[in-house]
C-alpha cells in the first residue's frame, strides 16, 4: 500500500491507564496525550505489548481507544492501534473499530497460543485483521521473543505484499540488526520498518532506520530526540553516551519490574497511569525509592524531559 504516513523519529508505544484496582482507567488518556504532545511527540502506538493489550478484555481495547480518539483530535496526536492477540476474529473487530476512532493505521502480531504453523498461515491470520480496516496501512508487529514465532520478515513481507493489499511495513522488534538490514533494503526499501528495542536504537539508526516505537520514549524522550540530534549531526561520541545512559536507565528499571517501575515514572511526570495489571504487578514503596534513587545517580532527572 502506497502511504505517506511513516512511522518516522519517535513513537511512544504508549502505556494503558489503570484504576488502583486493576481495572482500565480511559478517562486518564487526555492527560497522558497532553504530556506526550508537550514534549514533542506526534504519534503514539497504543494496546501494544507496553499497553498491556495481552492482558485486557476486548470491551477495554476499544474503551482505550475511544479515549484516545478524542484526545489525539485535542492534542494534535495521531494513533496506531496493535489489535493483535490470540484471537484474530477479536483483532479484526477492533480494526474495524479503530477505522471509528479516527486511527490513522492498525498493526498485530502473531497468534502465540496456538501459532501459525507456515508463514502462509501467519499471513492469512494478518489478512483477515488487516482487512478489518481495508483503508488504513497496516503493519505487521514481529515480536519474535514474546510470541516465539520467528519467520524470516523478508519472506512475511513478500507474502504478505501479495495477500494484504493495504500491508506497508513492519513494526521489528528484534535485535537482529542483520536480519533488520535485510528488511530495511528489501525490494529496494519500499516498506516502512520501524524500529523496536530502545537499547539499541542508535544501531539501528547507523544501520538505516528512521524512527522507532519505543516504551521507553513516554518516560524520557527528550533523551532520544537528543541522540537522534548527535546522530544527525555526525557526534557519534555523544551519540554513543546518550544510548548507554538509555541502556543504564532501562536495566535499572527492568530489574525492579518493568511495566510496574514505567508508569510508577510517569506519575512523577504528572501522568497517572495506576499499577500495571497482574501477572506484572506493581512495585511496592521501597522498590520505587530504590528506583528514584538510582536513577538520580545517573543524572534520569536532568536529562530524560523537557520540563
Same mark, same amino acid.
Given at each position: 500500500?502506497?502511504?505517506e504516513?511513516?512511522?518516522h523519529?519517535?513513537?511512544?508505544?504508549?502505556?494503558?491507564?489503570?484504576?488502583?484496582?486493576?481495572?482500565?482507567?480511559?478517562?486518564?488518556?487526555?492527560?497522558?496525550?497532553?504530556?506526550?504532545?508537550?514534549?514533542?511527540?506526534?504519534?503514539?502506538?497504543i494496546?501494544?505489548?507496553?499497553?498491556?493489550?495481552?492482558?485486557?478484555?476486548?470491551?477495554?481495547r476499544?474503551?482505550?481507544?475511544?479515549?484516545?480518539?478524542?484526545?489525539?483530535k485535542?492534542?494534535?496526536?495521531?494513533?496506531?492501534?496493535?489489535?493483535?492477540?490470540?484471537?484474530v476474529?477479536d483483532? !479484526?473487530? =477492533?480494526?474495524?473499530?479503530? @477505522? *471509528?476512532?479516527?486511527?490513522?493505521a492498525? $498493526?498485530?502480531?502473531?497468534?502465540?497460543?496456538f #501459532?501459525?504453523?507456515?508463514?502462509?498461515a501467519?499471513?492469512?491470520?494478518?489478512?483477515?485483521e488487516?482487512?478489518?480496516?481495508?483503508?488504513?496501512?497496516?503493519?505487521?508487529?514481529?515480536?519474535?521473543?514474546?510470541?516465539?514465532?520467528?519467520?524470516?520478515?523478508c519472506?512475511?513481507?513478500?507474502?504478505?505484499?501479495?495477500?494484504?493489499?493495504?500491508?506497508?511495513?513492519?513494526?521489528?522488534?528484534?535485535?537482529?540488526?542483520?536480519?533488520?538490514?535485510e528488511?530495511?533494503?528489501f525490494?529496494?526499501?519500499?516498506?516502512d520498518?520501524?524500529?523496536?528495542?530502545?537499547?539499541?536504537?542508535?544501531?539501528?539508526?547507523?544501520?538505516?532506520?528512521?524512527?522507532?516505537?519505543?516504551?521507553?520514549f513516554?518516560?524520557?524522550?527528550?533523551?532520544?530526540?537528543d541522540?537522534?540530534?548527535?546522530?544527525?549531526?555526525?557526534?557519534?561520541?555523544?551519540? !554513543?553516551? =546518550?544510548?548507554?545512559?538509555? @541502556? *543504564?536507565?532501562?536495566n535499572?528499571?527492568? $530489574?525492579k519490574?518493568?511495566?510496574?517501575?514505567? #508508569?510508577?515514572?510517569?506519575?512523577?511526570?504528572?501522568?497517572?497511569?495506576?499499577?500495571?495489571?497482574?501477572p506484572m504487578?506493581?512495585?511496592?514503596?521501597?522498590?520505587?525509592?530504590?528506583?528514584?534513587?538510582?536513577?538520580?545517580?545517573?543524572?534520569f532527572?536532568?536529562w530524560?524531559?523537557?520540563?
Amino acid at each position: 500500500m502506497q502511504t505517506e504516513l511513516k512511522l518516522h523519529g519517535l513513537v511512544a508505544a504508549s502505556h494503558t491507564p489503570m484504576r488502583a484496582d486493576g481495572s482500565c482507567n480511559p478517562d486518564a488518556v487526555d492527560g497522558q496525550a497532553a504530556f506526550l504532545a508537550a514534549q514533542g511527540i506526534k504519534l503514539v502506538f497504543i494496546t501494544g505489548s507496553t499497553g498491556e493489550s495481552a492482558h485486557m478484555q476486548l470491551t477495554e481495547r476499544k474503551e482505550n481507544m475511544a479515549a484516545w480518539g478524542e484526545a489525539a483530535k485535542k492534542h494534535g496526536i495521531n494513533f496506531v492501534v496493535h489489535t493483535g492477540g490470540n484471537s484474530v476474529y477479536d483483532g !479484526r473487530e =477492533l480494526a474495524e473499530y479503530a @477505522v *471509528k476512532c479516527g486511527a490513522v493505521a492498525t $498493526a498485530s502480531n502473531s497468534p502465540c497460543y496456538f #501459532k501459525p504453523g507456515s508463514i502462509d498461515a501467519l499471513v492469512d491470520c494478518l489478512a483477515y485483521e488487516a482487512g478489518g480496516a481495508p483503508n488504513l496501512p497496516y503493519y505487521f508487529y514481529d515480536i519474535p521473543a514474546l510470541t516465539h514465532v520467528a519467520f524470516n520478515p523478508c519472506q512475511v513481507i513478500a507474502a504478505a505484499s501479495k495477500k494484504i493489499p493495504n500491508f506497508c511495513g513492519v513494526k521489528f522488534t528484534n535485535p537482529d540488526l542483520a536480519l533488520y538490514m535485510e528488511a530495511l533494503n528489501f525490494e529496494g526499501g519500499k516498506y516502512d520498518i520501524p524500529w523496536g528495542v530502545d537499547e539499541w536504537f542508535l544501531a539501528a539508526l547507523a544501520t538505516g532506520a528512521k524512527g522507532g516505537v519505543g516504551s521507553s520514549f513516554n518516560y524520557a524522550p527528550k533523551l532520544y530526540k537528543d541522540l537522534i540530534r548527535a546522530f544527525e549531526a555526525g557526534d557519534m561520541k555523544e551519540a !554513543r553516551h =546518550l544510548q548507554q545512559l538509555s @541502556v *543504564k536507565m532501562i536495566n535499572i528499571i527492568a $530489574a525492579k519490574g518493568y511495566m510496574g517501575c514505567c #508508569k510508577a515514572i510517569m506519575g512523577w511526570w504528572g501522568v497517572d497511569l495506576g499499577p500495571a495489571r497482574l501477572p506484572m504487578g506493581t512495585p511496592d514503596a521501597a522498590t520505587v525509592t530504590a528506583l528514584k534513587d538510582e536513577l538520580k545517580a545517573i543524572g534520569f532527572f536532568d536529562w530524560a524531559i523537557n520540563k
